[in-house]
C-alpha cells in the first residue's frame, strides 16, 4: 500500500507534468499505484494541488469505443479541475496535447448533495439531486507518453485522463421527460457530420451519472450541489488539430462549441 508520503510525491510529480504539458514513461515504482484505491488517492491530491473549488467530475471510458482508446475493462472517475474549463465558443490551446481527441457529452449540474452512504443510490435518488442538462465537450489527455499501455490504477491516478473541458448552457428544453437514451447529437468537425448516440454511455447518461455518484460515495466523499458530472463521449473520441472548430448539436437539448488553436 502507497503510504501518504508516496501519494503525495506521486501527485507531484504527474500535476509538474500537467502543468509543464510534459509526458513521462511511468510513475517510479515505489510511487506507482497498484488498484484502483491507490490511483483515487493520488488523484485526490491533484485536487489538493488545483487553485480553485472543484468544478465537477467526469467519468473515462463510458462507451466500448473510449475503452478500447485507453486500454481498461470499465469506466473511472476523474476530478474537473476548476482551471481546467473553457467558455462555451472559446479557444483550446494544442500545446501538450498527446491524444488529440474530442467528445461529445451529457452533462449535468447537481442542484444537491448525495453525502456517502453504504447503500447505493438509485437512479431516481440521482435525477432528483440534478438541477440542469448541459451538453459539453470533453478534450481528455493523459500525462503518460504511452497512456494504452499505462494501466489501470495509473490512468485513475492521472485523474483518468482529464485535461479540457467545455460546458454549454443549460437546456430549457424538458430533458427529464425525453428519452436520453436515444438523443443522437450531431457532432461537425472539419466538414465533416457524426452522430452520436445516448445509448453509447453506460447504455443510458442518466446510468452514467447514477454510476458516478456512487463511486464517489464509495470513495466517502460527497457529490456537492454546484457541482457538474460529464458523463462519457456519446460518440467514439474524433481526432483533432490546430486550426479545427469541434461542434455538437444535441438538438432541443442545446448546442455547445470549442475551436482549437493553430
Known amino acids: ?45 491533484l485536487e489538493r494541488k488545483s487553485g480553485g473549488r472543484l468544478f465537477g467530475w467526469k467519468i473515462a471510458a463510458t462507451s466500448a469505443a473510449g475503452q478500447k482508446h485507453i486500454n481498461v475493462a470499465g469506466p473511472q472517475a476523474g476530478r474537473i479541475l476548476a482551471e481546467t474549463v473553457l467558455p462555451d465558443g472559446g479557444a483550446a490551446s494544442m500545446a501538450g496535447n498527446a491524444m488529440r481527441v474530442a467528445e461529445a457529452e451529457f452533462a449535468f449540474r447537481m442542484a444537491r448533495d448525495l453525502p456517502p452512504r453504504a447503500s447505493p443510490y438509485s437512479v431516481s435518488e440521482v435525477l432528483d439531486a440534478v438541477g440542469t442538462l448541459h451538453p459539453a465537450i470533453e478534450i481528455p489527455d493523459s500525462r503518460f507518453a504511452d497512456f494504452v499501455s499505462a494501466g489501470e490504477a495509473q490512468l485513475i491516478a492521472d485523474d483518468a485522463c482529464a485535461h479540457l473541458f467545455v460546458l454549454g448552457e443549460a437546456t430549457s428544453a424538458d430533458w427529464r421527460a425525453r428519452d436520453l437514451v436515444e438523443e443522437k447529437p450531431v457532432i461537425t468537425l472539419r466538414g465533416e457530420s457524426y452522430l452520436g448516440h445516448g445509448r453509447n454511455v453506460l447504455g443510458d447518461p442518466r446510468a452514467a451519472l447514477t454510476w458516478l455518484a456512487n463511486e464517489v460515495s464509495a ?9 457538474v458530472v460529464t458523463t462519457g463521449t456519446c460518440h467514439a473520441p474524433l481526432p483533432i488539430g490546430a486550426g479545427d472548430r469541434f461542434a455538437a448539436d444535441f438538438g432541443l437539448l442545446g448546442k455547445v462549441s470549442v475551436n482549437f488553436d493553430r
Do not use: F, I, N
Open 1 to 45: 500500500m502507497l503510504d501518504k508520503d508516496a501519494v503525495a510525491a506521486a501527485s507531484h510529480v504527474l500535476y509538474g507534468h500537467w502543468r509543464a504539458g510534459t509526458k513521462l514513461a511511468a510513475l517510479d515504482p515505489g510511487l506507482r499505484p497498484r488498484d484502483r484505491a491507490e490511483g483515487y488517492a493520488v488523484q485526490a491530491e
Open 219 to 227: 470513495l466517502g466523499l460527497t457529490l456537492r450541489a454546484g457541482e
